[in-house]
């Protein structure tokens, strides 16, 4: 009888051990902190396209004061159908071209959108209409959002991609999660980061 219940301690120990092993290798850290990326850049999706929504409002109450900014008017609707009809791969997270095509097309319409700004500084009327005002907090809340959802992406991205760089993660990750890259980050300039002058 001692034998076997030592035959079964030790069995018993070495389950104990195997789990404690596997805890500490950052076997469940790993998918955990994969979703975190995930989540993070779903969040910058939705303020994008919560930016994307605002613009043909925003747009058609600019046109209603200055009609004769078309060339304005028409690279903002331009710089907005790229943004939106960008088709995102499955992998874009890993894909260094196509998460870079990604945030020159969302640079784009920042840098459309800071120029349809500008010139509404040249419209009185337009600077006072409650339409433009409001949309124009819209635009203002969203930006910031983006900022933050950003910020959030990059310090889970930052996380995600140091775990599969040191160790023990990186060898629990070669033995587990083979498939598991790098995520790409942003590196946009401070320029194409920076919202767009929204002052009236």
């Known amino acids: 009888m001692s034998r076997a219940f030592s035959r079964i301690a030790g069995r018993l120990a070495a389950v104990c051990l195997l789990g404690i092993a596997l805890a500490g290798c950052g076997i469940n850290a790993i998918p955990a902190q994969d979703e975190a990326v995930k989540a993070a ?3 910058v999706q939705n303020e994008y396209q ?6 043909p409002n925003l747009v058609a109450t600019v046109k209603g004061y200055a009609k004769q900014e078309q060339t304005v008017l028409t690279q903002v609707t331009e710089a907005r159908a790229k943004a939106t009809q960008m088709v995102l791969p499955s992998d874009i ?3 260094p071209q196509a998460f870079h095509q990604f945030e020159q097309n969302q ?3 920042s840098g459309a959108l800071g120029r349809l700004l500008a010139v509404s500084e040249a419209y009185p009327q337009l600077k006072s209409d409650q339409n ?13 959002r983006i900022a933050v959802a950003r910020m959030d992406y990059i310090q889970a991205v930052q996380k995600y991609n140091t775990m599969l760089r040191t160790i023990p993660y990186r060898w629990t990750a070669a033995m587990f999660y083979p498939d598991l890259k790098p995520r790409q980050t ?3 300039s401070e320029q194409n980061q920076s919202a767009p002058k929204v002052s009236f």
């Open 132 to 144: 433009f005002l409001a949309l124009q907090a819209q635009l203002e809340g969203t930006e910031n």
């Open 93 to 95: 997270l890993t894909n």
């Open 41 to 43: 850049w779903s969040q």
């Open 186 to 188: 942003f590196q946009t």
């Open 50 to 55: 919560r930016r994307a929504d605002l613009v």
């Open 107 to 109: 640079a784009q319409l």
